[in-house]
T-cell receptor, first 108, second 115 residues
Framework: GQGVEQPAKLMSVEGTFARVNCTYS??????LSWYQQREGQAPVFLSY??LDGLKDSGHFSTFLSRSNGYSYLLLTELQIKDSASYLC?????????WGSGTKLIIKP | ETAVFQTPNYHVTQVGNEVSFNCKQT?????MYWYKQDSKKLLKIMFS???????VNETVPRRFSPQSSDKAHLNLRIKSVEPEDSAVYLC??????????????FGPGTRLTVL
C-alpha cells in the first residue's frame, strides 16, 4: 500500500544541525512538500521539491532521491525556536499523502 | 489581514449531536481543503473544493459533509458525531495549479472532543 514514513522523534543541540528523514512508497510521484508545525499551531509550508538532489534554502535545505523514495529536511545552526514537528507530504496522482511528522527537540 | 480563519477554536459535544465548523480564507485562493489530524499528528485529507466543485472526496463517513457558499468559504458539518471523530480539524487553501504542489495555507484548527 501507499505510505509516507517519518521517525517520530529527533533530538539535537542548539547551534548544530538536524536531519529529518522521510521515506515514501507511492503509486505516483509529482513532488514532495515539507511543512513545519509548532505545538498547537497550524502547519506552515517550508519547501517543495521535484528534482533529485539538494535544494539549499539557507536555514532549511531539502534533499530528494526519487529512485530511493527518500527525502530529508536539513536544518542548520539550530535555534530553540526550531523545536516543532516537521511533516512531509507526497503529491501522488492528485492525492496528498502525509507522514505523521517528526518532533524535533532541541536542547540548549 | 489575509489568512485562513476557522471557528470555533474548540468544541466539546456528546455522541449523536450535530456540529458545524466554519472556514473562511481572505487570500484570494480558489481551492480549499478540510483535513483531520489525529492524536498521532497524522493529517488526512477529507475534502477539497475548487471553484465550488468537489474535486477530492476521500472515503470519509457519510455523516461528514462539506458546505461551500463561495470560493472563500468552506464549512464542515458532522451530522451525528461519534467518539472517533475527536480530533483537530484543519482548513487550508491554495491556488489551484492542477496538483498539490501549490503552497497550502492552514487555519489554526478546530479541536473537537466527543464525550
Amino acid at each position: 500500500g501507499q505510505g509516507v514514513e517519518q521517525p517520530a522523534k529527533l533530538m539535537s543541540v542548539e547551534g548544530t544541525f538536524a536531519r529529518v528523514n522521510c521515506t515514501y512508497s507511492t503509486s505516483g510521484f509529482n513532488g514532495l512538500s515539507w511543512y513545519q508545525q509548532r505545538e498547537g499551531q497550524a502547519p506552515v509550508f517550508l519547501s517543495y521539491v521535484v528534482l533529485d538532489g539538494l535544494k539549499d534554502s539557507g536555514h532549511f535545505s531539502t534533499f530528494l532521491s526519487r529512485s530511493n523514495g527518500y527525502s530529508y529536511l536539513l536544518l542548520t545552526e539550530l535555534q530553540i525556536k526550531d523545536s516543532a514537528s516537521y511533516l512531509c507530504a507526497v503529491d501522488s496522482n492528485y492525492q496528498l499523502i502525509w507522514g505523521s511528522g517528526t518532533k524535533l527537540i532541541i536542547k540548549p | 489581514e489575509t489568512a485562513v480563519f476557522q471557528t470555533p477554536n474548540y468544541h466539546v459535544t456528546q455522541v449523536g449531536n450535530e456540529v458545524s465548523f466554519n472556514c473562511k480564507q481572505t487570500l484570494g485562493h480558489d481551492t480549499m481543503y478540510w483535513y483531520k489530524q489525529d492524536s498521532k499528528k497524522l493529517l488526512k485529507i477529507m475534502f477539497s473544493y475548487n471553484n465550488k466543485q468537489l474535486i477530492v472526496n476521500e472515503t470519509v463517513p457519510r455523516r461528514f459533509s462539506p458546505q461551500s457558499s463561495d470560493k472563500a468559504h468552506l464549512n464542515l458539518r458532522i451530522k451525528s458525531v461519534e467518539p472517533e471523530d475527536s480530533a483537530v480539524y484543519l482548513c487550508a487553501s491554495s491556488s489551484w495549479t492542477g496538483g498539490f504542489y501549490a503552497e497550502q495555507f492552514f487555519g489554526p484548527g478546530t479541536r473537537l472532543t466527543v464525550l
